[in-house]
Protein backbone atom coordinates (compact mmCIF):
# COMPACT_ATOMS: atom_id res chain seq x y z
CA UNK A 1 0.00 0.00 0.00
CA UNK A 2 1.26 3.02 -0.89
CA UNK A 3 1.15 6.45 1.36
CA UNK A 4 3.19 9.10 -0.77
CA UNK A 5 4.30 8.82 -4.39
CA UNK A 6 6.86 5.86 -4.55
CA UNK A 7 6.65 5.09 -0.64
CA UNK A 8 5.32 1.75 0.53
CA UNK A 9 4.05 0.47 4.06
CA UNK A 10 4.62 -2.88 5.74
CA UNK A 11 1.77 -5.32 5.08
CA UNK A 12 -1.01 -5.33 7.96
CA UNK A 13 0.39 -1.76 9.26
CA UNK A 14 -2.79 0.80 9.85
CA UNK A 15 -2.15 4.23 8.37
CA UNK A 16 -3.19 7.15 10.79
CA UNK A 17 -4.92 9.86 9.01
CA UNK A 18 -3.17 13.58 9.84
CA UNK A 19 -3.84 16.97 9.77
CA UNK A 20 -2.31 17.00 6.45
CA UNK A 21 -2.88 13.61 4.87
CA UNK A 22 -6.27 11.89 5.26
CA UNK A 23 -6.31 8.18 3.66
CA UNK A 24 -9.89 6.67 2.86
CA UNK A 25 -8.47 4.25 -0.28
CA UNK A 26 -9.27 0.58 0.13
CA UNK A 27 -12.27 0.77 2.46
CA UNK A 28 -15.18 -0.44 -0.72
CA UNK A 29 -16.47 3.19 -0.11
CA UNK A 30 -19.33 3.92 -2.86
CA UNK A 31 -19.36 7.50 -1.64
CA UNK A 32 -17.02 10.27 -0.60
CA UNK A 33 -18.14 10.85 2.83
CA UNK A 34 -17.80 14.13 4.66
CA UNK A 35 -14.26 15.28 6.04
CA UNK A 36 -12.63 18.12 8.15
CA UNK A 37 -10.64 19.49 5.11
CA UNK A 38 -9.50 22.98 6.16
CA UNK A 39 -6.05 21.44 6.79
CA UNK A 40 -5.78 19.17 4.49
CA UNK A 41 -3.13 18.72 1.45
CA UNK A 42 -3.26 15.16 0.30
CA UNK A 43 -6.49 13.17 0.10
CA UNK A 44 -6.08 9.10 -0.51
CA UNK A 45 -9.47 7.82 -1.98
CA UNK A 46 -7.98 5.00 -4.54
CA UNK A 47 -9.43 1.60 -5.17
CA UNK A 48 -13.08 2.47 -3.27
CA UNK A 49 -16.32 2.20 -5.66
CA UNK A 50 -17.00 5.79 -5.86
CA UNK A 51 -19.34 7.15 -8.64
CA UNK A 52 -19.01 10.48 -8.16
CA UNK A 53 -16.68 12.98 -6.89
CA UNK A 54 -18.32 15.21 -3.82
CA UNK A 55 -17.57 16.25 -0.47
CA UNK A 56 -14.46 17.93 -1.67
CA UNK A 57 -14.05 21.46 -0.47
CA UNK A 58 -11.17 22.92 0.32
CA UNK A 59 -8.68 25.70 -0.18
CA UNK A 60 -4.93 24.36 0.64
CA UNK A 61 -5.94 21.13 -1.04
CA UNK A 62 -2.85 20.28 -2.93
CA UNK A 63 -3.30 15.83 -4.67
CA UNK A 64 -6.65 14.06 -4.75
CA UNK A 65 -6.31 10.37 -5.71
CA UNK A 66 -9.23 9.18 -6.92
CA UNK A 67 -8.03 6.10 -9.46
CA UNK A 68 -9.53 2.63 -9.38
CA UNK A 69 -13.18 4.22 -9.09
CA UNK A 70 -16.18 4.08 -10.58
CA UNK A 71 -16.46 7.68 -11.33
CA UNK A 72 -18.09 8.72 -15.24
CA UNK A 73 -17.52 12.48 -14.87
CA UNK A 74 -15.25 15.09 -13.61
CA UNK A 75 -17.38 17.56 -11.92
CA UNK A 76 -17.71 19.10 -7.94
CA UNK A 77 -14.40 20.47 -8.28
CA UNK A 78 -14.96 24.46 -8.14
CA UNK A 79 -13.88 24.59 -4.11
CA UNK A 80 -10.09 22.75 -5.19
CA UNK A 81 -8.67 25.55 -6.70
CA UNK A 82 -5.23 25.45 -6.23
CA UNK A 83 -5.15 21.69 -6.42
CA UNK A 84 -1.61 20.55 -8.33
CA UNK A 85 -2.25 16.89 -8.54
CA UNK A 86 -5.04 15.02 -9.66
CA UNK A 87 -5.37 11.02 -10.22
CA UNK A 88 -8.29 9.77 -12.13
CA UNK A 89 -6.96 6.51 -14.08
CA UNK A 90 -8.90 3.57 -14.32
CA UNK A 91 -12.34 4.77 -13.62
CA UNK A 92 -14.82 5.37 -16.63
CA UNK A 93 -14.64 8.79 -17.78
CA UNK A 94 -15.27 9.50 -21.84
CA UNK A 95 -14.70 12.94 -21.55
CA UNK A 96 -12.58 15.26 -20.08
CA UNK A 97 -14.04 18.40 -18.76
CA UNK A 98 -14.72 20.18 -15.54
CA UNK A 99 -11.41 21.40 -14.86
CA UNK A 100 -12.41 24.97 -15.91
CA UNK A 101 -11.51 26.20 -12.22
CA UNK A 102 -8.40 24.94 -11.92
CA UNK A 103 -5.97 27.02 -12.94
CA UNK A 104 -3.03 25.67 -10.97
CA UNK A 105 -2.83 21.79 -11.88
CA UNK A 106 0.27 21.19 -12.86
CA UNK A 107 -0.43 17.17 -12.78
CA UNK A 108 -3.19 15.34 -14.84
CA UNK A 109 -3.23 11.38 -14.61
CA UNK A 110 -6.76 9.96 -16.32
CA UNK A 111 -4.90 6.63 -18.09
CA UNK A 112 -6.78 3.91 -19.01
CA UNK A 113 -10.08 4.57 -18.62
CA UNK A 114 -13.21 1.61 -18.95
CA UNK A 115 -14.98 2.93 -21.65
CA UNK A 116 -17.32 0.89 -24.22
CA UNK A 117 -15.52 -0.78 -27.34
CA UNK A 118 -14.79 1.31 -29.90
CA UNK A 119 -15.35 4.81 -27.80
CA UNK A 120 -11.88 6.94 -26.89
CA UNK A 121 -11.86 9.66 -24.56
CA UNK A 122 -12.33 13.45 -25.74
CA UNK A 123 -11.33 16.63 -24.69
CA UNK A 124 -12.78 19.73 -23.73
CA UNK A 125 -11.72 22.83 -25.38
CA UNK A 126 -12.72 25.02 -22.54
CA UNK A 127 -11.10 22.76 -19.71
CA UNK A 128 -7.70 22.57 -22.01
CA UNK A 129 -7.77 26.11 -21.97
CA UNK A 130 -8.21 26.58 -18.46
CA UNK A 131 -5.29 24.20 -17.50
CA UNK A 132 -3.12 25.72 -20.46
CA UNK A 133 -0.60 27.41 -18.38
CA UNK A 134 -0.01 25.33 -15.57
CA UNK A 135 -0.29 21.85 -16.56
CA UNK A 136 3.11 19.90 -17.16
CA UNK A 137 2.08 16.01 -16.81
CA UNK A 138 -0.09 14.38 -18.26
CA UNK A 139 -0.56 10.91 -18.98
CA UNK A 140 -3.62 9.26 -21.14
CA UNK A 141 -2.65 6.29 -22.08
CA UNK A 142 -4.83 3.26 -22.99
CA UNK A 143 -7.61 5.47 -23.80
CA UNK A 144 -8.13 4.87 -27.79
CA UNK A 145 -7.57 8.20 -28.83
CA UNK A 146 -6.92 9.12 -32.18
CA UNK A 147 -5.89 12.29 -32.42
CA UNK A 148 -3.95 14.84 -30.09
CA UNK A 149 -4.99 17.84 -31.98
CA UNK A 150 -7.09 19.11 -28.96
CA UNK A 151 -3.91 18.98 -26.88
CA UNK A 152 -2.03 21.59 -28.95
CA UNK A 153 -2.72 24.32 -26.35
CA UNK A 154 -0.44 22.02 -23.59
CA UNK A 155 2.18 24.52 -24.13
CA UNK A 156 3.86 24.56 -21.01
CA UNK A 157 3.84 20.33 -20.88
CA UNK A 158 6.96 18.76 -19.67
CA UNK A 159 5.99 15.29 -19.92
CA UNK A 160 3.32 13.19 -22.17
CA UNK A 161 2.57 9.67 -21.68
CA UNK A 162 0.03 8.75 -24.72
CA UNK A 163 1.04 4.69 -25.38
CA UNK A 164 -1.39 2.65 -26.28
CA UNK A 165 -3.78 4.53 -28.40
CA UNK A 166 -4.44 4.83 -31.62
CA UNK A 167 -2.77 7.45 -32.76
CA UNK A 168 -1.85 7.10 -36.87
CA UNK A 169 -0.76 10.30 -38.35
CA UNK A 170 2.82 10.59 -37.42
CA UNK A 171 2.60 14.36 -39.54
CA UNK A 172 0.28 15.52 -37.37
CA UNK A 173 2.00 14.71 -34.04
CA UNK A 174 5.04 16.28 -35.52
CA UNK A 175 3.20 19.58 -35.94
CA UNK A 176 1.69 19.21 -32.56
CA UNK A 177 5.55 18.32 -31.05
CA UNK A 178 6.77 21.95 -32.51
CA UNK A 179 4.15 23.66 -30.22
CA UNK A 180 5.49 22.13 -26.96
CA UNK A 181 8.27 24.00 -26.81
CA UNK A 182 9.24 22.28 -22.80
CA UNK A 183 8.68 18.38 -23.50
CA UNK A 184 11.16 16.38 -22.14
CA UNK A 185 9.46 13.06 -21.44
CA UNK A 186 7.32 11.22 -24.38
CA UNK A 187 6.08 7.94 -24.75
CA UNK A 188 3.79 6.68 -28.09
CA UNK A 189 4.64 2.68 -28.01
CA UNK A 190 1.60 0.90 -28.74
CA UNK A 191 0.57 3.49 -31.23
CA UNK A 192 -0.09 2.83 -35.12
CA UNK A 193 2.84 5.81 -35.24
CA UNK A 194 5.45 4.01 -33.90
CA UNK A 195 5.56 1.33 -36.69
CA UNK A 196 6.08 3.89 -39.26
CA UNK A 197 9.83 4.26 -40.66
CA UNK A 198 11.75 6.68 -39.17
CA UNK A 199 9.14 7.35 -36.41
CA UNK A 200 11.85 8.16 -33.95
CA UNK A 201 13.84 10.28 -36.26
CA UNK A 202 10.79 12.33 -36.80
CA UNK A 203 10.29 12.68 -33.88
CA UNK A 204 13.11 13.41 -32.15
CA UNK A 205 13.88 16.54 -35.36
CA UNK A 206 10.32 17.70 -34.55
CA UNK A 207 11.08 18.13 -30.52
CA UNK A 208 12.81 21.20 -29.09
CA UNK A 209 14.33 19.50 -25.77
CA UNK A 210 13.42 15.94 -25.64
CA UNK A 211 15.20 14.15 -23.34
CA UNK A 212 13.64 10.68 -23.47
CA UNK A 213 11.51 8.97 -26.01
CA UNK A 214 9.72 5.75 -25.12
CA UNK A 215 11.91 5.04 -21.83
CA UNK A 216 14.79 5.67 -24.44
CA UNK A 217 17.69 8.07 -23.89
CA UNK A 218 18.16 11.06 -26.89
CA UNK A 219 21.43 12.24 -26.14
CA UNK A 220 22.39 16.09 -27.18
CA UNK A 221 24.55 14.81 -29.98
CA UNK A 222 22.07 12.60 -31.69
CA UNK A 223 19.31 15.16 -31.42
CA UNK A 224 21.89 17.98 -33.19
CA UNK A 225 22.72 15.45 -35.59
CA UNK A 226 18.82 14.12 -36.92
CA UNK A 227 17.73 18.05 -36.71
CA UNK A 228 20.75 19.05 -39.20
CA UNK A 229 19.92 16.10 -41.28
CA UNK A 230 16.20 17.06 -41.36
CA UNK A 231 17.18 20.58 -42.22
CA UNK A 232 19.44 19.54 -45.04
CA UNK A 233 16.73 17.53 -46.60
CA UNK A 234 14.36 20.67 -46.52
CA UNK A 235 17.04 22.39 -47.80
CA UNK A 236 17.10 20.59 -50.74
CA UNK A 237 13.29 19.92 -51.34
CA UNK A 238 12.85 23.41 -51.44
CA UNK A 239 15.08 23.89 -54.85
CA UNK A 240 13.94 23.90 -58.36
CA UNK A 241 14.16 20.18 -59.27
CA UNK A 242 15.11 20.16 -63.17
CA UNK A 243 14.24 17.33 -65.45
CA UNK A 244 16.95 16.24 -67.73
CA UNK A 245 15.16 14.26 -69.96
CA UNK A 246 12.88 17.40 -70.33
CA UNK A 247 16.30 19.51 -71.71
CA UNK A 248 17.51 16.90 -73.50
CA UNK A 249 15.18 16.13 -76.59
CA UNK A 250 14.63 12.90 -78.84
CA UNK A 251 16.06 10.49 -76.07
CA UNK A 252 15.21 7.08 -77.10
CA UNK A 253 12.07 6.23 -75.17
CA UNK A 254 13.65 2.82 -74.64
CA UNK A 255 16.29 3.88 -72.54
CA UNK A 256 15.59 3.19 -68.55
CA UNK A 257 14.76 6.69 -66.58
CA UNK A 258 18.29 6.09 -64.82
CA UNK A 259 19.53 5.93 -67.74
CA UNK A 260 18.47 8.94 -70.05
CA UNK A 261 19.44 11.20 -66.91
CA UNK A 262 22.75 9.71 -67.03
CA UNK A 263 23.19 10.58 -70.87
CA UNK A 264 21.57 14.22 -70.65
CA UNK A 265 23.93 15.07 -67.44
CA UNK A 266 26.85 13.77 -69.79
CA UNK A 267 25.87 15.98 -73.17
CA UNK A 268 25.07 18.67 -71.02
CA UNK A 269 28.31 18.68 -69.22
CA UNK A 270 30.29 18.34 -72.39
CA UNK A 271 27.76 21.17 -73.97
CA UNK A 272 28.16 23.91 -71.48
CA UNK A 273 31.71 22.65 -69.45
CA UNK A 274 29.91 22.89 -66.04
CA UNK A 275 29.61 21.10 -62.86
CA UNK A 276 27.36 20.74 -60.36
CA UNK A 277 23.43 21.48 -60.06
CA UNK A 278 22.05 22.80 -63.28
CA UNK A 279 20.74 26.79 -63.03
CA UNK A 280 21.64 27.42 -66.39
CA UNK A 281 18.47 28.24 -68.52
CA UNK A 282 18.84 25.97 -72.42
CA UNK A 283 17.75 27.74 -75.87
CA UNK A 284 19.21 24.89 -78.15
CA UNK A 285 18.11 21.44 -76.45
CA UNK A 286 20.61 18.86 -77.83
CA UNK A 287 19.26 16.02 -79.36
CA UNK A 288 20.45 12.74 -79.96
CA UNK A 289 20.77 10.89 -83.56
CA UNK A 290 19.60 7.65 -83.55
CA UNK A 291 22.27 5.16 -84.97
CA UNK A 292 25.31 7.73 -85.39
CA UNK A 293 27.25 7.32 -82.51
CA UNK A 294 29.32 10.26 -81.33
CA UNK A 295 32.97 9.88 -82.73
CA UNK A 296 35.65 11.27 -80.53
CA UNK A 297 37.47 14.74 -82.42
CA UNK A 298 40.91 13.62 -82.99
CA UNK A 299 43.98 15.87 -81.65
CA UNK A 300 45.75 18.31 -84.07
CA UNK A 301 48.60 16.23 -85.59
CA UNK A 302 52.22 17.15 -87.10
CA UNK A 303 51.71 15.46 -90.28
CA UNK A 304 52.06 18.03 -93.36
CA UNK A 305 49.24 18.76 -95.85
CA UNK A 306 49.93 18.35 -99.79
CA UNK A 307 49.12 21.95 -100.13
CA UNK A 308 51.82 23.58 -97.84
CA UNK A 309 54.57 21.78 -99.70
CA UNK A 310 55.54 24.76 -101.83
CA UNK A 311 57.00 26.24 -98.86
CA UNK A 312 59.39 23.69 -98.24
CA UNK A 313 62.93 23.19 -100.00
CA UNK A 314 63.04 21.13 -103.10
CA UNK A 315 65.09 18.82 -101.06
CA UNK A 316 62.78 17.97 -98.29
CA UNK A 317 60.06 17.86 -100.45
CA UNK A 318 61.66 15.25 -102.84
CA UNK A 319 61.88 12.84 -99.66
CA UNK A 320 58.43 13.21 -98.97
CA UNK A 321 57.17 12.87 -102.04
CA UNK A 322 56.52 8.93 -101.71
CA UNK A 323 54.07 9.60 -98.85
CA UNK A 324 51.41 11.97 -100.64
CA UNK A 325 51.22 9.45 -103.52
Not at 10 to 26: A, C, E, F, M, V
Not at 62 to 78: D, F, P
Amino acid sequence: MKTKEGELLPRGRKIQNSKTHLYYDHKNLKAIPQMNLSTACVIYLHNNAISQIENIQSSTLCALYLQCNNISEIKNLEEVKNLKKLYLGNNEICVLEGLNQLGQLEELHIEKQNLPMGTSLCFDPRSIMCISKSLKVLNISDNGIESLSGLMPLRHLTSLCASNNRLKDIEETCELLKFWFYLKNAWFQGNPISKKHRYREDIIASSYCLDFLDDKPVSPSSRNFIKCLENNKLKKSSRPSIDLTQIVASAPDNYPPPLKNAVSASLIHSQLHIFGPLDVHIKNPISIVRGKPRLKKKPPHNRLNKEDSHSFPALFAYGMGSAWK
